[in-house]
Nanobody, 126 residues
Framework: QVQLVESGGGLVQAGGSLRLSCAAS????????MGWFRQAPGKEREFVTA????????YYADFVKGRFTISRDDAKNTVSLQMNSLKPEDTAVYYC???????????????????WGQGTQVTVSS
């Protein structure tokens, strides 16, 4: 069983930045593909970005390319999401997810991830 705990959410003005972190339990973190998803009120959960087990491959949704950056620190069992140039439409609950025993980063469906965190709220004011 893997436990994921997100942190770093909050309220920020449009154009500002936030850095989300996700701490994972377990000894095999370095074999997981890690992803970030988000869900706005009344909308379905959507893929944001993912990073493969080695950190050498990343995958981004078009709407965050050039603004968000995913990274991982296997020594600390953490994955981070640096969010810059935030827009009001980025407002959502952001979830960290883990896909065990994976090598690629191209997993954009929520069904492809086995473990989820509880989410952290990001609110961007205009």
């Amino acid at each position: 069983q893997v436990q994921l705990v997100e942190s770093g959410g909050g309220l920020v003005q449009a154009g500002g930045s936030l850095r989300l972190s996700c701490a994972a339990s377990g000894r095999t973190f370095n074999t997981y593909t890690m992803g970030w998803f988000r869900q706005a009120p009344g909308k379905e959960r959507e893929f944001v970005t993912a990073i493969n087990f080695s950190g050498r491959a990343t995958y981004y949704a078009d709407f965050v390319k050039g603004r968000f950056t995913i990274s991982r620190d296997d020594a600390k069992n953490t994955v981070s999401l640096q969010m810059n140039s935030l827009k009001p439409e980025d407002t959502a609950v952001y979830y960290c997810a883990a896909r065990p025993s994976s090598y690629d980063a191209h997993y954009s469906s929520a069904a492809q991830y086995a473990y989820w965190g509880q989410g952290t709220q990001v609110t961007v004011s205009s």
